[in-house]
């Protein structure tokens, strides 16, 4: 059983920066691809970032390219999500997820960027 673990939310002021991090049980963290998304309150929940098992080649939805650096450590079994030039449409509660045959997702960490 994967159990997926975020932290590293919190509130902070526009322009500042937070790093989450999300960490694996199990074994499969090493071969498998991760991703953040995020939820933001009365909205669906949408994609942020993507990595895949070796960490080559990130990839992010364009509202956070520039800012936002994905990078992972399987060492240690976590990803992170550095964000920088955080702004108040960034608050929400971000979710990792761990992409194998069946998709598993954390509990959520949540962000807040006041104005």
């Known amino acids: 059983q994967v159990q997926l673990v975020e932290s590293g939310g919190g509130l902070v002021q526009a322009g500042g920066s937070l790093r989450l991090s999300c960490t694996a049980s199990?074994?499969?963290?090493?071969?498998?691809?991760m991703a953040w998304f995020r939820q933001a309150p009365g909205k669906e929940r949408e994609f942020v970032a993507a990595?895949?098992?070796?960490?080559?080649?990130?990839y992010y939805t364009d509202s956070v390219k520039g800012r936002f650096t994905m990078s992972r450590d399987n060492a240690k079994n976590t990803v992170y999500l550095q964000m920088n030039s955080l702004k108040p449409e960034d608050t929400a509660v971000y979710y990792c997820?761990?992409?194998?045959?069946?998709?598993?997702w954390g509990q959520g960490t949540q962000v807040t960027v006041s104005s």
């Open positions: 199990g074994r499969t963290f090493s071969s498998a691809g």
């Open positions: 997820k761990m992409r194998t045959a069946v998709d598993y």
């Open positions: 990595i895949g098992w070796n960490g080559g080649n990130p």
